[in-house]
T-cell receptor, first 113, second 117 residues
Framework: QKEVEQNSGPLSVPEGAIASLNCTYS??????FFWYRQYSGKSPELIMF????GDKEDGRFTAQLNKASQYVSLLIRDSQPSDSATYLC?????????????FGGGTRLMVKP | GAVVSQHPSRVICKSGTSVKIECRSL??????MFWYRQFPKQSLMLMAT?????????EQGVEKDKFLINHASLTLSTLTVTSAHPEDSSFYIC?????????????FGPGTRLTVL
């Protein structure tokens, strides 16, 4: 069973702080890692992906990947109330149909003004 | 990012009727699309993988005769919920894969909220 684990939260941070969202995965063969944001009642939207060890920055978001530890994280700098959402970590796996994503259960983030 | 559309965005129907949901890739061709279901406050659940020109691959526990999937073209997949019942009320979301230089990326449609009375 290929698993992706996230703390369900809620993770509560004050406005302006750094929010740190963590994710672990079990399949060592995974190559690509994705972070999605899902607002309540809406579908997930892609924030960013990473496939090399280290950090990848995009605006206020930084994805961090450590394949040896099977760990990927998302940092949100200068958190805003509009960042309050559920953040889904996804890891690519291969099944009989080809590439597909295995999703974690999501971490609910609450940014308080 | 790539655009995936779904129609309708919301549907309310009587128990026993069938409902068809369309998923379209608007500016790219998608040989593979996915159908998910999400109940309130729960995680995304993959229902099936839709492959253009071949039969869909269903996840364990998903009835293929209940949830009919047709992927007749490279830009359209349809999910038909046959003889819908109140327990089928859920948020149905499709996604499509965009092949990139470094990795394949999955983009989601806006979802269809189904309410069965």
């Amino acid at each position: 069973q290929k698993e992706v684990e996230q703390n369900s939260g809620p993770l509560s941070v004050p406005e302006g702080a750094i929010a740190s969202l963590n994710c672990t995965y079990s399949d060592r063969g995974s190559q690509s890692f994705f972070w999605y944001r899902q607002y309540s009642g809406k579908s997930p939207e892609l924030i960013m992906f990473i496939y090399s060890n280290g950090d990848k920055e995009d605006g206020r978001f930084t994805a961090q990947l450590n394949k040896a530890s099977q760990y990927v994280s998302l940092l949100i700098r200068d958190s805003q109330p509009s960042d309050s959402a559920t953040y889904l970590c996804a890891v690519n796996t291969n099944n009989n149909a080809g590439n597909m994503l295995t999703f974690g259960g999501g971490t609910r983030l609450m940014v308080k003004p | 990012g790539a655009v995936v559309s779904q129609h309708p965005s919301r549907v309310i129907c009587k128990s026993g009727t069938s409902v068809k949901i369309e998923c379209r890739s608007l500016d790219f061709q998608a040989t593979t699309m996915f159908w998910y279901r999400q109940f309130p406050k729960q995680s995304l659940m993959l229902m099936a993988t839709s492959n253009e020109g071949s039969k869909a691959t269903y996840e364990q526990g998903v009835e293929k005769d209940k949830f009919l999937i047709n992927h007749a073209s490279l830009t359209l997949s349809t999910l038909t919920v046959t003889s819908a019942h109140p327990e089928d009320s859920s948020f149905y979301i499709c996604s499509a894969i965009v092949s990139g230089i470094s990795t394949d990326t999955q983009y989601f449609g806006p979802g269809t909220r189904l309410t069965v009375l």
